[in-house]
């Protein structure tokens, strides 16, 4: 016996007729949970964009797509923004224990005074600006535009937070909230890296790179001593086996080489590019605004120009906040805590003073 065509298709509406009224009987007495109902309006919603009208795109079908992926990952980073925070203070703590309690007294026994003394002050200054700059990294505010009704100058409105958006602002949707000059969001630190924390951000960068590189360096020595006595014990059997300590000697001594030289390579191959985009003037979020800017503009037959590049070096000396001689001392070799130079709201308090340019 064949169905009808009609009849299938009576049958398939009343079927979603019915399911309609079970999903939500008299608006709120729906028998799903509430995280469901969420979830499959978020869903309908997404499909919907996706024909909203004429102007859409390959790109905003993209987007649309992607969308889940992209919560689920803001999600994860929100929810464990705690544990990168503690994963990284415990390492570094572990590479500290290893220098302090294994390192430490092999300088002391086999290097000359003039050495153990260049050893105590870089080791200890590089301890100093990596803890002080991953502090203040962490708990400084990146900044964030008012929410009240001001007579500040903006580019465009946030769609989510419904606030106008000054120049070089934007929303992070891990922070749910619109950052200033922000660069990203950092699981490393738990916070997103913009106006206010971004010098302390890159400064830790550094100092880690530095200290990770100085801890590869110095016991690259102890590492290939280790790794020669792993290699005998395994290649012939008449070797004696090591005692427990020196073989917990061995194992920190190529735990702490291969962790340091990892994170000297990755991180500092990070800093570079943060370096390269400082010089630039530009944040890595505009950076790649500006790439699209330029092709567009290139197709018109014109150049592109950053408006907030003052030059190299001007560019340093606004992020390091240096505005005399004396501040690459104080406030770039020494830890120091002053606040950037501008407020992160208005960008035309530079062209630079003539009399900048020497420092």
């Known amino acids: 016996m064949r169905l009808c065509p009609t009849f299938l298709l009576q049958r398939w509406l009343w079927l979603c007729v019915c399911a309609r009224q079970w999903h939500c009987r008299n608006g709120n007495n729906c028998r799903l949970p509430l995280c469901v109902r969420q979830i499959w309006a978020y869903l309908r919603l997404m499909v919907d964009s996706l024909y909203y009208n004429t102007l859409t795109n390959s790109d905003v079908v993209m987007d649309s797509l992607m969308e889940p992926i992209l919560w689920m990952v803001d999600l994860l980073t929100r929810r464990f923004g705690a544990v990168f925070v503690c994963l990284l203070v415990i390492l570094t703590t572990s590479i500290l224990l290893v220098v302090y309690v294994v390192m430490l007294p092999v300088i002391f026994d086999t290097y000359s005074p003039s050495w153990i003394a260049w050893h105590m002050s870089y080791g200890h200054w590089n301890l100093v600006m990596i803890v002080f700059h991953y502090y203040k990294a962490t708990n400084t505010a990146p900044g964030y535009p008012p929410t009240m009704k001001n007579s500040i100058p903006f580019v465009s409105m946030c769609k989510k937070c419904i606030i106008p958006k000054p120049a070089r602002t934007h929303h992070c949707a891990i922070c749910n909230t619109c950052i200033l000059k922000m660069d990203h969001h950092c699981p490393w630190l738990n916070n997103c890296v913009g106006h206010f924390n971004q010098r302390y951000f890159f400064c830790f960068c550094v100092s880690l790179t530095l200290g990770c590189v100085y801890c590869s360096i110095s016991g690259r020595n102890l590492f290939l001593d280790a790794y020669s006595a792993y290699s005998a014990i395994e290649s012939t059997f008449q070797t004696p086996p ?61 150049v592109y120009k950053n408006s907030f590049n003052y030059g190299r070096l001007n560019n340093w000396k606004v992020f390091l906040g240096v505005e005399k001689k004396s501040h690459w001392l104080t406030r770039v070799i020494l830890p120091s805590g002053h606040v950037p130079i501008g407020n992160g709201l208005t960008w035309d308090i530079y062209p630079f003073r003539k009399d900048m340019m020497p420092v």
């Not at 962790?259 to 000297?264: E, K, P, R, Y």
């Open 242 to 302: 090591l005692t427990f300590r020196d073989e917990m000697f061995h194992k920190s001594v190529i735990y702490m080489w291969v962790l340091t030289s990892v994170v000297a390579v990755s991180l500092g191959g990070l800093t570079i590019w943060h370096a390269v985009l400082i010089s630039r003037g530009e944040t890595s979020i505009e950076r790649h605004l500006n790439n699209k800017e330029t092709k567009r503009m290139r197709k018109c037959g014109k």
